[in-house]
């Protein structure tokens, strides 16, 4: 069959290159569709219990993750010029397109008592801003009376302040809202040239639109930085502008499929999608480095071009078919996982992979057969001596001292053992950002002044229409509001309550002492006032439903990490909810993005778990139809294990904890590391049959052939994945050095490790009437070097005088006779 193949390649080149010309135009269009994600990445599957309710907890009271805040701590602030330009910048924001709200000192309302009308009025709580320091600090006294506002947007005992904007749900998950958050941050930096005073940002908006910014630039960053890395080393190894230029011309059209892929479906560039293109670059160069080796390899034999290009067709394109496949398992398994990041991921990267293989095997040979033959200094790395003497040290080692290898690697599983009993898991919502960057240390500001700014609801189900409203209730609200006050992790909480207790505080003039739940006797004539309250701020609404039924005890939480956040809902807050409304017939669920978040990460480990046992499964069961021996299928997979065991270790050891990021990592290298053993192992059939099932030489040949071939391809993975050390996103950072980490590992057990249990176990032996399928492959394991090209299927172009190509390859052939 590959015979056939080649010669189609070879035969029909210029129009398979036309075809994959047309395919790559029609992606670069889909391409120009391509949509960035805006939205708060779902990890918790849709069908999930918990998100139906996060998503009618939405539908009821609107999102709980819309609120952008900027803080601050400066006594600066307080004097009549600066909190001018405190109110001026307050207003400009109120004032942008996609602004629901702004809260902040300046603009407060406070509640107050209209006697006439015997109803609750909200009237600035400033008017206008005083000249003089005694009015303004005056002001601010009665504004520290406002109970309401205490802990939410100021911090009486350090003067710390916030401001808390609403953005519109349209804007919020738009491309609109990048530039609202732009404009945000431009006139917050004009406010604090004017006065000297620091701002800082944090809440999901700003995070997300931040880190969306960080995706795009590192998307171009990488993309270019993998294509600089890999071509550098390639024209090292090759020396050759041809061996780059056309291999990257491959990867180009790959990169330019995986964008147009991403469109075609309809997905949208995430973090996870938004690295595809720079893995396709490290990925794919294998494939072209495999291609060209073996060809230089072949016509260094023989100095006949179109066979070489023939044979390296014949010889390794069922192997590259195989390991392509096998790289693409270790992302499409991802798309088995109920997530939909994950899912997008896995079939954009593994269809793409996939792709590789057959762009690769149709321009490499097609475009080479135009190209003049390889010159001896192209041919030179065919002997570099440094690789020599290191695939001849290897050689030595496997044949002398295999068991000084089978010992160093079950002292370092052993030691990874360790490490990987220390390994933790945990998350958080701000996750990968530098501890030094400025999202964190802001973060941080608010965790120190306002104890978190992470959204999280409570929703209290009375049981009853208008069951919101009877004081028994309020107070049982009210009771679980100042146990969650006093944790330390929690902020002051806000709901109906709250607006109860400053209902009350305004109908005594706003006396701090009086701000609490009415007592039975204050009751009917404070609930008078309410009765009839208009709720043109769409406050009300926010808190309760249309029944009176619900209520929303709205929270925001510090970024402790998965670990402390499932502790504080599970054994604190929940234990205090449960003995509060025992016997009540009311309940009370905890909901909201954060514990959503973090649940999604506990399913995307999960998930990710699942998928390295698949990929392991499936690449098992791949193994078990090539070779068809339950030996082999353990051979070939021990060396590929280690590396993934040892990585875990190192993670143990180095306090780097299991998260999604990480987790990401096992199940891709796995898929690529074992294209190495795929490789050594058909070389090493093809040279048993050669060698009269010797196995002693088929082993020192399979080193010498392709261990070049892995130590390059090993090389250029190592460098193309440790680029990504140099992102802002520690995730990002993980993925790769822990991946370039095990990929180099990986190398060293498929060249040292892998042939010495070949040694060890494997007798060389093989039934003369029962081949497995790797050995039914056409020319696999033959070494029939004298079958020629079927000059007749290929009727080439004419060459530069005139002669046909065909036939100037039968009068080599007539001379080499």
Same mark, same amino acid.
């Given at each position: ?8 390649? &070879? ?9 994959? %010309? ?44 819309? &609120?952008?805040?900027?803080? #601050? ?90 401001? #808390? ?36 940002? %944090? ?50 059209? @790959? ?16 973090? #996870? ?77 593994? &269809? ?76 958080? !919502? ?23 700014? !992470? ?91 249309? =029944? ?44 909201? =993005?954060? *514990? ?8 995307? @480990? ?16 791949? !193994? ?18 280690? *590396?993934?065991?040892?990585? %875990? ?7 780097? *904890? #299991? ?59 190592? %460098? ?51 081949? *497995? ?25 004419? =060459? ?18």
């Amino acid at each position: 069959m590959w015979t056939n193949v080649a010669h189609n390649i &070879i035969k029909f080149r210029l129009h398979l290159i036309i075809l994959l %010309a047309i395919v790559t135009a029609f992606m670069g269009y889909k391409s120009q569709e391509i949509e960035w994600s805006y939205d708060l990445a779902k990890t918790v599957p849709e069908h999930d219990p918990e998100m139906i309710y996060f998503e009618e907890f939405k539908k009821v009271f609107g999102e709980d993750g819309n &609120i952008l805040a900027i803080g #601050l701590k400066d006594s600066a602030i307080y004097t009549p010029e600066n909190f001018q330009k405190f109110k001026t910048l307050s207003q400009e924001i109120e004032d942008f397109e996609g602004i629901n709200e702004v809260l902040s000192l300046p603009l407060l309302q406070a509640l107050v008592r209209d006697k006439v009308n015997r109803k609750f009025e909200l009237t600035p709580a400033i008017e206008e801003i005083p000249a003089d320091q005694a009015t303004l600090d005056s002001l601010l006294q009665n504004i520290n009376n406002l109970e309401y506002y205490n802990g939410q947007i100021s911090n009486a005992s350090n003067g710390a302040t916030v401001v #808390l904007i609403t953005i519109e749900k349209e804007v919020l998950n738009s491309p609109k809202r990048q530039d609202l958050v732009n404009r945000i941050v431009k006139v917050g930096d004009k406010f604090s040239k004017d006065t000297g005073i620091e701002l800082h940002y %944090a809440g999901l908006p700003f995070v997300r639109s931040t880190i969306a910014g960080k995706v795009k630039r590192e998307l171009n960053f990488f993309l270019m930085l993998s294509v600089l890395v890999t071509g550098f080393i390639m024209f090292l190894f090759f020396r050759s502008w041809d061996a780059v230029v056309f291999p990257m011309l491959v990867i180009g059209i @790959i990169v330019i499929w995986t964008i147009g892929t991403i469109a075609l479906f309809g997905f949208k560039i995430t973090l #996870l999608t938004g690295l595809i293109p720079p893995i396709i670059v490290v990925i794919g160069i294998p494939n072209s480095i495999y291609l060209l080796n073996k060809y230089h390899q072949e016509y260094s034999i023989h100095g006949n071009k179109m066979k070489a290009l023939s044979r390296v067709v014949r010889k390794i394109g069922i192997v590259t078919l195989i390991t392509n496949f096998t790289t693409a398992i270790g992302f499409v398994v991802l798309a088995s996982a109920d997530i939909i990041i994950l899912k997008e991921f896995g079939i954009v990267a593994g &269809i793409n992979i996939f792709a590789t293989f057959f762009v690769s095997i149709i321009l490499i040979p097609g475009v080479f057969s135009y190209l003049p033959p390889p010159s001896k200094r192209q041919l030179k790395h065919l002997g570099f001596q440094p690789l020599d003497a290191t695939l001849t040290f290897l050689d030595f080692m496997v044949h002398r001292h295999k068991n000084v290898i089978f010992i160093t690697t079950a002292i370092l599983i052993l030691v990874s053992s360790y490490g990987i009993y220390k390994l933790d898991s945990v998350s958080y !919502m701000v996750d990968d950002i530098p501890e030094e960057s400025v999202i964190k240390k802001d973060l941080r500001f608010f965790e120190e002044n306002f104890s978190g700014i !992470m959204p999280m609801e409570i929703v209290v189900d009375t049981g009853k229409k208008k069951g919101v409203m009877q004081l028994k209730n309020l107070r049982k609200v009210a009771e679980l509001e100042d146990f969650l006050a006093d944790q330390k992790f929690i902020s002051k909480p806000v709901s109906i309550v709250s607006f109860v207790k400053a209902a009350k505080q305004a109908y005594y003039n706003n006396n701090p002492k009086f701000y609490g739940l009415p007592n039975n006797q204050e009751r009917s004539f404070i609930f008078s006032y309410l009765r009839d309250q208009s709720d043109d701020s769409g406050l009300l609404n926010s808190f309760v439903d249309s =029944t009176g039924q619900k209520m929303r005890v709205s929270l925001k939480v510090a970024d402790i990490g998965s670990k402390k956040m499932d502790s504080l809902i599970g054994e604190v807050i929940n234990p205090k909810i449960d003995e509060i409304f025992a016997d009540s017939g009311i309940t009370a669920t905890v909901t909201g =993005t954060t *514990p959503l978040f973090i649940k999604g990460n506990r399913f995307l @480990i999960e998930n990710l778990r699942f998928s390295l046992l698949l990929a392991f499964l499936i690449i098992s069961l791949i !193994m078990a139809v090539l070779f068809k021996n339950f030996r082999m299928i353990l051979i070939s997979l021990v060396p590929n294990i280690v *590396p993934l065991l040892i990585t %875990a270790g190192i993670m143990g050891f180095f306090n780097i *904890p #299991l998260k999604p990021s990480t987790a990401l990592i096992f199940s891709i290298a796995f898929g690529i590391s074992v294209d190495d053993s795929i490789h050594f192992l058909a070389k090493y059939r093809q040279e048993l049959f050669s060698n009269n099932f010797f196995v002693p030489i088929a082993i020192s040949k399979s080193i010498r052939e392709t261990g070049a071939s892995m130590i390059y391809t090993s090389i250029v993975l190592f %460098a193309g994945f440790v680029i990504f050390a140099a992102s802002d996103f520690g995730g990002t950072v993980a993925l790769g050095v822990l991946a370039s980490t095990t990929l180099l590992i990986a190398m060293i057990t498929n060249l040292g490790l892998l042939p010495s249990l070949l040694l060890t176990f494997d007798d060389g032996k093989r039934k003369k009437d029962s081949h *497995p399928l790797i050995e039914q492959l056409e020319d696999f394991y033959q070494e029939d070097e004298d079958e020629e090209i079927d000059l007749d299927l290929i009727k080439m172009e004419s =060459t530069e005088n005139g002669q046909d190509l065909s036939q100037v390859m039968k009068e080599n052939k007539e001379k080499e006779i």
